[in-house]
């Protein structure tokens, strides 16, 4: 049979400190190896909020595998990769070899401490005169008056 390339993306769950998910890539590294497949990268994306929470797991790191297997391999790798408990969700999918380096959502953009936000110049606002309300008219209306309103409404018949 002719073997493809795959690409496969897993999450763990963000309880792992970093030795442990190291620990766990190289698990799934052998895992991958010992269903007679040959992983040629294996790259850590990262901690990362997931899109739902997945086992009241709100945060995950993000793995990805490069590997060559034949068909047969990857189901069989898709069913133990179900049953393995560090691993929240995977995918596998062939790899488009036009894609020679991780996809841009790994590069995480860097964010401002608090003190760098004040330093940046504010955009002046043009105060706003405050919004008044139309005046109403108010209907003098007594108490008995309303009852009895109130009271023929509540007494129609609803179609």
């Known amino acids: 049979m002719e073997k493809k390339q795959y690409e496969l993306l897993y999450v763990i769950p963000a309880k792992y400190t970093e030795g442990e998910v190291k620990s766990i ?9 010992a269903g007679g497949a040959s992983v ?3 790259h ?4 990362r909020r997931l899109a ?4 009241h797991v709100r945060f995950g790191n993000y793995a990805l595998a490069w590997f060559e297997a034949e068909a047969s391999t ?11 408990e560090e691993v ?11 894609l020679k380096k991780i996809p841009s959502f790994a590069e995480e953009e860097p964010r401002l401490r608090r003190d760098e936000m ?12 405050p919004i008044q309300a139309p005046a109403i008219p108010a209907a003098a209306v007594s108490g008995e008056e309303l ?3 109130l009271d023929a409404l509540l007494n129609e018949k609803v179609l």
């Open 52 to 55: 739902y929470p997945i086992n």
């Open 147 to 149: 009852d009895k309103k």
């Open 88 to 98: 929240l969700r995977h995918l596998i999918t062939v790899r488009d070899m036009n």
């Open 40 to 42: 040629s990268e294996m």
């Open 74 to 84: 990857v189901a069989k790798l898709n069913e133990t990769l179900r049953l393995t």
């Open 25 to 33: 890539m190289d698990k799934m590294k052998g895992i991958v190896e």
């Open 118 to 129: 004040e330093e940046r110049p504010r955009v002046a606002s043009r105060p706003s005169a």
């Open 44 to 47: 850590n994306l990262g901690k």
